[in-house]
């Protein structure tokens, strides 16, 4: 299992490597609470599908657990996984947790 610190340093590290490729004007204030979908995130789509991307690689090849961040499960949740990042975190925790 991945622990919520390590699913949060994953998530933050790829925001920061989004971050490094974004313009001046689009770089976002990374923080738990930094919105990742809806309304008031903080990205754009493409952004997060990116990032979910990247997260998913080094959850792969780093931890060696193949999750999918966005399958049907994460969709239907009352409480999207993807509301912020603190959200995220413990959701990763949570399916590495069952593998």
């Known amino acids: 299992m991945i622990d919520l610190q390590t699913s949060k340093k994953i998530i933050n590290d790829a925001l920061i490597t989004l971050n490094e490729e974004l313009d001046d004007d689009e770089k976002?204030?990374?923080?738990e609470n930094t919105v990742l979908f809806g309304l008031e995130a903080e990205i754009d789509s493409l952004s997060l599908v990116s990032?979910?991307?990247?997260?998913e690689t080094v959850i792969n090849c780093?931890?060696?657990?193949?999750i999918a961040l966005t399958d049907d499960?994460?969709?239907?949740?009352?409480?999207s996984p993807f509301d912020n990042v603190n959200?995220?975190?413990?959701?990763?925790?949570?399916l590495t947790g069952e593998n």
């Open 28 to 31: 976002i204030i990374i923080g």
């Open 87 to 94: 959200a995220l975190a413990e959701y990763i925790t949570e």
């Open 62 to 66: 780093e931890h060696d657990y193949d």
């Open 73 to 79: 499960r994460a969709m239907t949740r009352d409480k």
């Open 51 to 55: 990032l979910v991307v990247d997260i």
